[in-house]
């Protein structure tokens, strides 16, 4: 089982980029609704729900 280190590099970075982006969106998805409200209690509303765990689902990633 020879693996060539540009495969084993690209399968790594492809599974921490996908890990990455399941992660973040919960994130991504409180940003892009933020957009779409209507006044400044819904606003608030979205970043108190995220408050809490924000970017608390990265941890890995800076580990």
């Given at each position: 089982?020879?693996?060539?280190?540009?495969?084993?590099?690209?399968?790594?970075?492809?599974?921490?980029?996908?890990?990455?982006a399941m992660l973040d969106g919960?994130?991504?998805?409180?940003?892009?609704?933020?957009?779409?409200?209507?006044?400044?209690?819904?606003?608030?509303?979205?970043?108190?729900?995220?408050?809490?765990?924000?970017?608390?689902?990265e941890v890995w990633l800076v580990?």
């Amino acid at each position: 089982m020879n693996y060539d280190l540009n495969t084993v590099w690209f399968i790594l970075v492809g599974v921490l980029f996908t890990g990455y982006a399941m992660l973040d969106g919960f994130d991504l998805g409180i940003g892009a609704l933020h957009l779409f409200t209507k006044d400044d209690t819904e606003r608030r509303i979205l970043i108190n729900a995220i408050g809490p765990v924000w970017d608390g689902n990265e941890v890995w990633l800076v580990t």
